[in-house]
């Protein structure tokens, strides 16, 4: 029998003994799948009344956004595109290595396009920064970052994170998309391991 883990927003979820942990224990869940589900409809309407006109690209970097970015979309009325990129950086390792590759590379042109990329989560900022000079050099009109999760420890960012979710605490934290050398992206809540 596991402890029930704290629970920073949201209520205490039955998933403490959840079958996808691999038996692992939640240390505590930071965001519960109703806490989730409420920020994301706000962010929708948030993103819907920033961009009045134009065409809007919605790029989600792959493959910690998937989660968010399928329920996000869903949540912007109005019409826009959607596209993915592939950078690669921590590997399996829990810290961040400082390399930043770009695996797979946006179809769609960028140019004079609303480019909003959306990420999981901003730990050092150095993935967003190397993105961000990649994509500015194709010219889009506008260019935005919108991130589920928010450390606020972020030294490298020069460009503001216009969308965030929530701000989060400095954890390693699974679920809703995020991985621990690929498991748990499929958690529907966020959640720090023992
Ligand atoms: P940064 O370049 O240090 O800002 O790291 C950003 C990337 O590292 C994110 O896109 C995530 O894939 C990964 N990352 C950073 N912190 C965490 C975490 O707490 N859990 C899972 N992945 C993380
Ligand atoms: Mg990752």
Do not use: W
């Amino acid at each position: 029998m596991s402890a029930v883990p704290e629970v920073l927003f949201g209520s205490v979820a039955p998933e403490h003994e959840d079958p996808r942990l691999l038996g692992r224990d939640v240390r505590r869940i930071a965001f519960d799948a109703a806490t989730l589900r409420s920020r994301v409809i706000e962010l929708g309407q948030e993103i819907h009344d920033a961009y009045p006109d134009g065409d809007l690209l919605v790029l989600g970097l792959l493959k910690g956004s998937f989660v968010f970015l399928a329920d996000l979309v869903r949540e912007i009325r109005r019409p826009l595109h959607v596209d993915f990129l592939v950078a690669s950086s921590y590997g399996d390792a829990t810290i961040s290595s400082g390399e930043v590759r770009l695996v797979y590379d946006p179809e769609t042109a960028l140019e004079d396009k609303h480019i909003l990329l959306v990420e999981d989560i901003v730990d050092s900022g150095r993935t967003l920064r190397k993105l961000l000079t990649l994509l500015e050099a194709r010219a889009p009109q506008s260019i935005e970052i919108c991130a589920l999760l928010h450390k606020r420890i972020a030294t490298e960012l020069a460009h503001p994170v216009r969308f965030v979710g929530f701000d989060a605490p400095n954890e390693f934290l699974v679920g809703y998309g995020l991985d621990h050398a690929e498991n748990f992206r499929h958690l529907p809540y966020v959640a720090s391991l023992r």
